[in-house]
Nanobody
Framework: VQLQASGGGLVQAGASLKLSCAISGDIYNIRTMTWFRQTPGNERKFLLR??????VGKDIEKGRFTISKDNGKNTLWLEVKNLVAEDTAVYYC??????????????????WGQGTQVTVSS
């Protein structure tokens, strides 16, 4: 499985941004897909999770963040609305062939995207 995150950039506060994670390989056996973000000097932090790539599931929303997937395009999405300066970070997608219980544990994920930088200007 290979993950490639993209869609980051320099955006103004208040804008929305939709990040993508293109997934290839043994995609249909993926059980857990997540988004994390990391700011300089801090640990990578869990944001949202979606389960079972092969299921046609609903988007999951948490506050300003929404995780979704497009089975036809083999893409995982993260939308962030009303961006603030504190959202400045490198955003990573991650996947596991297992149902992950400890979602915040980086070691639970076999596959990671390379990260995409989001910088929010105020």
């Amino acid at each position: 499985v290979q993950l490639q995150a993209s869609g980051g950039g320099l955006v103004q506060a208040g804008a929305s941004l939709k990040l993508s994670c293109a997934i290839s390989g043994d995609i249909y056996n993926i059980r857990t897909m997540t988004w994390f973000r990391q700011t300089p000097g801090n640990e990578r932090k869990f944001l949202l999770r979606i389960r079972y790539w092969h299921d046609v599931g609903k988007d999951i929303e948490k506050g300003r963040f929404t995780i979704s997937k497009d089975n036809g395009k083999n893409t995982l999405w993260l939308e962030v609305k009303n961006l603030v300066a504190e959202d400045t970070a490198v955003y990573y997608c991650a996947a596991s062939m297992f149902l992950v219980d400890d979602l915040a544990s980086l070691a639970m994920y076999e596959y990671w995207g390379q990260g995409t930088q989001v910088t929010v200007s105020s």
